[in-house]
């Protein structure tokens, strides 16, 4: 097998299946079908997955365009291995409630956290106000 440099190294992994995770944190599966040479990717009969604690939910996306620049990790999936999961697949519905449930319970840890710094006389700027320098 000769070396690739960069992205040229991707095109033995085209027609197979991919997990994908995002910058923003999605998590995408589907089959790697082009790249290019800023590593923008598409992929087809795409699902983005949720996680939460132990179950999971495939919401169906079809084909997706990916930017390189947002790509954190690229893994090519053993379709031999893939069911072997402990995860438990629940519909659509059930993980985004859990997702909300889940995304609910950090604010409210965060707020919480946020109170008791500043009940002891400290004080963390916002995300939002920092420079971006």
């Keep these: 097998m000769n070396y690739m440099p960069g992205t040229a190294s ?3 992994d085209i027609d197979k299946k991919h997990l994908v995770l995002l910058r923003d944190g999605r998590t995408l599966i589907g089959f790697l079908r082009s790249i290019d040479q800023f590593a923008n990717l598409v992929l087809h009969q795409t699902v983005e997955r949720i996680h939460v604690g132990r179950k999971y939910g495939d919401i169906p996306r079809g084909i997706f365009i990916v930017r390189g620049e947002n790509v ?35 604010q409210e840890a ?15 700027p916002r995300a939002d106000t920092l420079d971006e320098y």
């Design 10 to 12: 991707l095109i033995e």
């Design 110 to 124: 965060e707020k919480l956290k946020l109170q008791a710094l500043k009940d002891r006389g400290l004080s963390i």
């Design 72 to 106: 954190v990790l690229l893994g090519e999936i053993d379709l031999e291995k893939e069911s072997d999961t402990v995860l438990q697949q629940v519909s659509i519905e059930e993980i985004l409630e859990e997702q909300r449930e889940e995304q609910q319970a950090k």
